[in-house]
């Protein structure tokens, strides 16, 4: 099984293609340049050249051939407005098409908590959610089997493997290791198929808690 992960040199980029590769899956990184992402490639990973933001976006078929899943982790580093619908709704909209019609399966994509409800974000945040949500619902009309996580604010400190779901939780912070590891999770629960959660840190195992969601 293939997996091409999309924003793969991200912070949580990383962290997905490590856990990827330690389990044996072949993965392929989408980057904007793959030559940089390679010198640190935590393992058996092919890196090749994908810019949401480039508007000629050929390049996507052949980034998603023989592919079997997608996981995007890519998000805009821009909190401008234009930039926020660039990347986070034109561009994984269009590579949302291009791997639906590339024959891909499985699309997992890591949104962002309170995205469907403006009111819940900081008004420095709403353009990113609300291109986001765009991006969230297009999934879910794609024909593919699908996943959207949107976990609240991130830290970089350990795993703990403890976490909280549901259509809407607490806000709280998730580490990004325990992000990569419910992203990751999401291949092998077939609970999380078909469905859109937020989570959160604290709370149960990730496989319990994933399991829950049915």
């Not at 099984?1 to 490590?18: F, H, K, P, Q, Y």
Request: proline share 5%.
């Amino acid at each position: 099984m293939t997996i091409t992960v999309l924003g793969a040199n991200g912070s949580t980029g990383r962290l997905i293609v490590e856990r990827l590769t330690s389990l044996g899956h072949p993965v392929r990184g989408a980057v904007r340049k793959p030559g940089e992402s390679a010198k640190s490639a935590p393992g058996a990973v092919e890196y090749v050249a994908l810019d949401l933001a480039t508007p000629g976006r050929d390049r996507f078929a052949e980034v998603f051939a023989e592919t079997d899943v997608v996981i995007n982790a890519a998000a805009t580093r821009s909190m401008t407005k234009k930039q926020a619908d660039l990347i986070d709704r034109q561009g994984i909209v269009a590579a949302i098409d291009a791997a639906s019609a590339a024959g891909v399966k499985r699309w997992i994509q890591v949104s962002m908590m309170g995205s469907g409800d403006p009111t819940r974000l900081p008004g420095y945040l709403r353009a990113t959610g609300h291109a986001k949500h765009t991006a969230d619902v297009h999934l879910s009309d794609s024909g593919m089997t699908w996943t959207v996580i949107r976990p609240p604010w991130l830290t970089d400190g350990a795993a703990t493997h403890l976490i909280t779901v549901g259509e809407q939780v607490p806000e709280g912070s998730l580490s990004r290791a325990d992000l990569a590891a419910v992203t990751v999770a999401c291949l092998d629960t077939a609970a999380t198929h078909d469905r859109l959660f937020e989570v959160t840190g604290g709370g149960r195992p990730i496989p319990d808690a994933l399991t829950s969601l049915t």
